[in-house]
């Protein structure tokens, strides 16, 4: 009986990431608060340190499932690169949090309180530049997809189920 390789799985972490940073990406931008911040960088978090290393197992499952084939692989960097892409997302989350806590601190005083609104627009700037790296790490992401597809695609081609 011959060996059932699927790319569900693949699939699965690939679409729970993509929804979990487009979340992110609209709680942040919409609502530019501490707690929907806090909970766009949990939402990074997951992405980075859980479904990443999901699917990457998840890859590496399907590979060996499908065998080795000269001509057909997955190509690793652009998983890496999408790794990297999530971890800056979280750079610019966290610093627009940091930011927020100060401006608040800033509008506290009557002396301090044009800094607050410096700060204010400051942490919607990193915001800005978070969402562009997560929309980057979605693409990214469907990168990865498509990869995966082409190496089930070359498999099938030469035989392999």
């Keep these: 009986m011959p060996k059932k390789c699927s790319l569900t799985a693949v699939i699965l972490w690939i679409v729970?990431?993509?929804a979990a940073l487009g979340l992110?990406?609209?709680l942040a931008y919409f609502l530019l608060h501490i707690p929907a911040l806090i909970v766009a960088i949990a939402l990074v978090t997951t992405v980075a340190f859980v479904m990443l290393?999901?699917?990457r197992s998840a890859l590496?499952?399907?590979a060996t499932c499908r065998g080795s084939i000269s001509d057909c692989s997955i190509n690793p960097a652009i998983n890496i690169l999408g790794q990297i892409g999530v971890i800056g997302a979280l750079v610019f989350y966290t610093l627009a949090l940091g930011f927020e806590f100060a401006a608040i601190a800033a509008f506290l005083t009557v002396v301090l309180g044009w800094l607050g609104g410096?700060?204010?627009?400051t942490a919607a700037g990193?915001?800005?530049?978070g969402n562009v790296t997560s929309g980057i790490a979605i693409l990214l992401l469907l990168g990865v997809l498509t990869d995966a597809i082409v190496f089930k695609n070359c498999c099938d081609s030469h035989g392999r189920a």
């Design 16 to 18: 729970g990431a993509i």
């Design 24 to 26: 992110a990406m609209a």
């Design 53 to 55: 290393p999901q699917l």
């Design 60 to 62: 590496n499952a399907y």
């Design 118 to 121: 410096i700060l204010k627009l």
């Design 126 to 129: 990193m915001v800005a530049a």
